[in-house]
């Protein structure tokens, strides 16, 4: 496979990616099938902060429209993979080296269609060092923190009513969807691509990722757990009726279903936007613990 870059890294003092060398030359080529088993086990070293890329590849695989992007990679000389990332709708990054951070940065520059950069804070710091000068804009910007789960679990009342969605509710979850969605980014999907939103709402229903509790014909409480594997399950989404809020149906569905959850995954994980005190009381009510520190940059489409 032909490289699509390649650039030569010098020594970076005490960069965190620095990876020992004086200097090495890095290659980033474009990732398919073949490359499945070795890229989740690059991007399982660190399973709760590659959530994201994880989730995409155990549910399309690495090359599918339903991932919204491409997968590339970054190896050294002999073909070490040094960074995987996901350049597209989502820009996310999984990177060991500085060089790869640069490499990545000058490729989503000339890609120039994504909606947001999202990983670790100081990854994000040093990406966006390479990326400003020439990419998008940005529209807004979020300081976010990754929180986890882990046993033991407290145990809650039993909520006998929460169970994954049907298709036949996707008209309950889609404006409660697309009006999470507009609460983090400022953008209402239902007006800039209402088919392919409902789509990807259908889809996500209808691989049992969506999770409700719907009494009377009215949706009380939704998430949706967007990776599920044995090393992690990574849920965002997470909405409760405002009118049914304080009267602790939030608290039991989210204990019930995070024991749900590490019945098989050894950690359940998500992220909650930092100014965003009352949801962040309320995960730590629930046992989620900080783990670090995550930027999300919703960027101005560039118009061509």
């Known amino acids: 496979m032909q490289p699509l870059a390649t650039i030569r890294e010098d020594a970076f003092g005490a960069s965190p990616w620095a990876i020992g060398a004086t200097t090495t030359t890095v290659t980033m080529s474009l990732l398919d099938s073949r490359h499945e088993a070795e890229v989740l086990a690059f991007l399982e070293e660190r399973p709760v902060h590659t959530f994201g890329m994880v989730g995409f590849i155990k549910t399309n695989g690495i090359v599918s429209p339903q991932n ?7 190896r050294d000389e002999v073909g070490h993979v040094l960074g995987v990332a996901l350049i597209g ?3 996310l990054l999984e990177i060991r080296t500085h060089a790869a951070i640069e490499a990545f940065a000058k490729l989503a520059r000339e890609f120039g269609g994504a909606h947001l950069v999202l990983a670790e804070q100081e990854l994000v710091e040093a990406f966006w060092s390479y990326y400003a000068d020439g990419g998008q804009s940005p529209r807004r910007f979020c300081r976010e923190l990754l929180l986890e789960q882990r046993w033991p679990v407290e145990p809650r009342e039993a909520v006998p009513g929460l169970r994954r969605a049907t ?12 009006q999470c969605a507009f609460d983090e980014s400022g953008i ?10 409902r789509q990807r709402c259908a889809q ?22 967007i990776t599920e594997t044995s090393l992690v399950s990574y849920l965002e989404g997470v909405w409760v009726d405002p009118q049914q809020r304080g009267k602790g149906h939030g608290s039991r569905c989210l204990s019930q279903l995070g024991t749900t959850l590490l019945r098989q995954s050894s950690s359940v994980c998500l992220l909650v936007n930092e100014k965003a005190s009352s949801a962040r009381a309320f995960y730590q009510k629930a046992g989620y613990r900080f783990i670090s520190y995550y930027d999300t940059v919703f960027l101005n489409r560039r118009v061509h």
Not at 68 to 74: K, V, Y
Not at 188 to 197: I, L, N, R
């Open 204 to 225: 996500r229903i209808d691989l049992g990722k969506t999770w409700v509790l719907i009494e009377d014909g009215r949706l009380i409480f939704k998430a949706e757990v």
């Open 68 to 74: 919204r992007g491409s997968f590339l990679a970054c």
């Open 167 to 178: 298709l036949d509710e996707l008209e309950l979850v889609v404006p409660v969807q697309a």
């Open 89 to 91: 709708h989502h820009i």
């Open 188 to 197: 209402d999907p239902m007006q800039t691509d209402p088919e392919g939103f």
